[in-house]
């Protein structure tokens, strides 16, 4: 299964945008999904994740209350709706999936990754 993320790009202090990342290949059916990100000189972090009944999600303490992940099964799709940007949120981020397991936090819990798509903020 490939993931391909779009949606990225520059934006000011406080303005959004949508993240997406669209799979093809295979069944988008069981596999968790998470949005990962990673600045200049630091590690990926963890971001936002759903289970893939899209029942549960979970966030980052950094982003909660301003960014949002969603999924459409049907299109293979998994959003990261981001409000209220800040300028540390700048980073190039990633979608990533895995069957293994409901829900996960870790990168080394997740088998496959996009590409990832550029987000930067500006103040």
């Known amino acids: 299964v490939q993931f391909v993320e779009s949606g990225g790009g520059l934006v000011q202090t406080g303005g959004s945008l949508r993240l997406s990342c669209a799979a093809s290949g295979r069944t988008f059916r069981g596999y968790g999904m998470g949005w990962f990100r990673q600045a200049p000189a630091k590690e990926r972090e963890f971001v936002a994740a759903i289970r893939w009944t899209g029942g549960n999600s979970y966030y980052a303490d950094s982003v909660k209350g301003r960014f949002t992940i969603s999924r459409d099964n049907a299109k293979g799709t998994v959003y990261l709706q981001m409000n209220s940007l800040k300028p540390e949120d700048t980073a190039v981020y990633y979608c990533?999936?895995?069957?293994?397991?409901?829900?996960?936090?870790?990168?080394?819990?997740?088998?496959?990754w996009g590409q990832g798509t550029q987000v930067t903020v500006s103040s």
């Open positions: 990533a999936a895995d069957d293994r397991w409901p829900i996960a936090t870790m990168p080394r819990e997740y088998a496959y």
